[in-house]
């Protein structure tokens, strides 16, 4: 069964600093792209980016609104998938999911989401 | 970035009526059109991808049609599982973009 656990969310003041982790099992890691999403009340669901495999250079994509600030990264003798969050700002308090891209590249699987809230 | 608008935002439906919700691109995607729903409190799940095709393990009363700029979803009878809210995402081009959501809710 394809499961993917998000962890590392919680409270933390505007400016500070956040690693999320996301946790795979029951599929080959290494073959598939993984992206992060979040979702705001006000804003729905936004993407991101994504973590590019082995064979695509471990290359990483990122959206306009969080470049320079999150760095995607992934361990794949691990199964994991991180997220790093710097310079934290209120707008950025949300559920955060990892995703993962079929071989097809479309989004197949979800984590269950973690919430960030940056407040002081 | 390509702007996805979802129509209605929301809707009222009993159970067995048929129910379409409509999503339209700002610019041609083709059919790279995916379909997620998310029932409270919990994560998205991915019902419908490449506009029409279904997700492993998703019933066949779900079913998906477009290519271009206009899509939909059909739902051909509701059942009480399926009060949730739905939310399509482009991926054709980057950023991906997602729709603001159609809440299906009891009428």
């Known amino acids: 069964e394809v499961q993917l656990v998000e962890s590392g969310g919680g409270l933390v003041q505007p400016g500070g600093s956040l690693r999320l982790s996301c946790a795979a099992s029951?599929?080959?890691?290494?073959?598939?792209?993984i992206d992060w999403v979040r979702q705001t009340p006000g804003e729905g669901l936004e993407w991101l980016g994504r973590?590019?495999?082995?064979?695509?250079?471990?290359?990483?994509e990122y959206a306009a609104s969080v470049a320079g600030r999150f760095t995607i990264s992934r361990d794949d003798s691990k199964n994991s998938l991180y997220l790093q969050l710097n310079s934290l700002r209120t707008e950025d308090t949300a559920v955060y999911y990892c995703?993962?891209?079929?071989?097809?590249?479309?989004?197949?699987?979800w984590g269950q989401g973690i919430l960030v809230t940056v407040s002081s | 970035d390509i702007q996805m608008t979802q129509s209605p935002s929301s809707l009222s439906a009993s159970v067995g009526d048929r129910v379409t919700i409509t999503c339209r691109a700002s610019q041609d995607i083709a059919n790279y059109l995916a379909w997620f729903q998310q029932r409270p409190g919990k994560a998205p799940k991915s019902l419908i991808y490449?506009?029409?095709n279904l997700q492993s393990g998703v019933p066949s009363k779900f079913s998906g049609s477009g290519s271009g700029t206009d899509f939909t979803l059909t739902i051909s009878s509701l059942q009480p599982e399926d009060f949730a809210t739905y939310y399509c995402?482009?991926?054709?081009?980057?950023?991906?973009?997602f729709g603001g959501g159609t809440t299906v809710d009891v009428k």
């Open positions: 995703v993962r891209m079929s071989r097809s590249y479309y989004f197949d699987y």
């Open positions: 995402l482009q991926y054709k081009f980057h950023p991906l973009t």
């Open positions: 029951g599929f080959t890691f290494s073959d598939h792209y």
């Open positions: 973590a590019k495999t082995k064979a695509m250079g471990y290359t990483t």
């Open positions: 490449a506009a029409s």
